[in-house]
């Protein structure tokens, strides 16, 4: 049976609800939260539509489970860089709000392996003479807000609409002498080290990328 995709389908818009409900389990990261509703968006068949959520537990057996595992661990909530710098990448718990503090120095934070909760992520960068550079799916949905003195913030990498349904992240930040920079990466970049994801959103920010590059990071993430 065909399947025609609509937002306006009942099916589709299930199985983006159902990932989301997932990742704010710790199931999913930001990324692999990301190309799976990329791969539902993109579902031509009912089969196809199913094959997106195949390897993951039932709501049912989800909330079984969740009752006889070991509690979580607790989210991180302080990056912090005085005269120097902090990194952090790889999978960890985000939950719903980070902080980061930047005096001479900065933070460098890659949240698409991070696990956060609900709908979306706040982030709090505070910066003096320094400051902090994150990197996220350039298909979340990202809001700035803030103030800067003697600095400034800057966006790079491509500039697509968010996706239906998109995890919010809200980027609230309060610089004197010093700024941020958020990297939107695209899908190519899973993978890759951080100055390759770079180089990726630089040449996607022109147009130079080509599409469909994709190869085995194409293919469902695994779950944990």
Request: a neutral charge; charged letters at 25%; zero cysteines.
């Given at each position: 049976?065909?399947?025609t995709?609509?937002?306006?389908?009942?099916?589709?818009?299930?199985?983006?609800?159902?990932?989301?409900?997932?990742?704010?389990?710790?199931?999913?990261?930001?990324?692999?939260?990301?190309?799976?509703?990329?791969?539902?968006?993109?579902?031509?068949?009912?089969?196809?539509?199913?094959?997106v959520?195949r390897?993951?537990?039932?709501e049912?057996?989800?909330?079984?489970?969740?009752s006889?595992?070991?509690?979580?661990?607790?989210?991180?909530?302080?990056?912090?860089?005085?005269?120097?710098?902090?990194?952090?990448?790889?999978?960890?718990?985000?939950?719903?709000?980070l902080?980061?503090l930047?005096?001479m120095?900065?933070?460098?934070?890659?949240?698409?392996?991070?696990e956060?909760?609900?709908?979306?992520?706040?982030?709090?960068?505070?910066?003096?003479?320094?400051?902090?550079?994150?990197?996220l799916?350039d298909?979340?949905?990202?809001?700035?807000?803030?103030?800067?003195?003697?600095?400034?913030?800057e966006e790079?990498?491509?500039d697509?609409?968010p996706?239906?349904?998109?995890?919010?992240?809200?980027?609230?930040?309060?610089?004197?002498?010093?700024?941020?920079?958020?990297?939107?990466?695209?899908?190519?970049a899973?993978?890759?080290?951080?100055?390759?994801s770079r180089?990726l959103?630089?040449q996607?920010?022109?147009?130079?990328?080509p599409t469909?590059?994709?190869?085995?990071?194409?293919?469902?993430?695994?779950?944990?």
């Amino acid at each position: 049976e065909i399947y025609t995709l609509s937002l306006h389908d009942a099916l589709p818009i299930s199985t983006l609800q159902l990932l989301s409900r997932q990742a704010a389990e710790g199931r999913l990261t930001l990324d692999e939260l990301e190309e799976r509703a990329s791969q539902a968006l993109a579902a031509k068949t009912r089969a196809d539509l199913a094959a997106v959520t195949r390897d993951l537990p039932s709501e049912t057996g989800a909330a079984g489970a969740g009752s006889a595992s070991a509690p979580r661990k607790p989210p991180v909530r302080w990056f912090v860089a005085i005269m120097g710098g902090s990194k952090r990448r790889g999978r960890f718990r985000a939950g719903s709000q980070l902080n980061s503090l930047a005096i001479m120095g900065g933070d460098e934070i890659d949240l698409r392996e991070a696990e956060i909760e609900g709908g979306g992520l706040t982030l709090n960068l505070y910066a003096l003479m320094g400051g902090s550079t994150i990197y996220l799916p350039d298909s979340v949905d990202v809001e700035i807000s803030g103030l800067s003195i003697m600095g400034g913030n800057e966006e790079r990498g491509p500039d697509p609409r968010p996706r239906p349904g998109a995890p919010v992240v809200h980027i609230k930040t309060f610089s004197l002498m010093g700024g941020n920079t958020i990297w939107r990466l695209p899908p190519q970049a899973r993978g890759l080290s951080l100055k390759e994801s770079r180089n990726l959103a630089k040449q996607a920010e022109r147009g130079e990328l080509p599409t469909g590059e994709r190869g085995e990071r194409g293919q469902l993430p695994p779950t944990r």
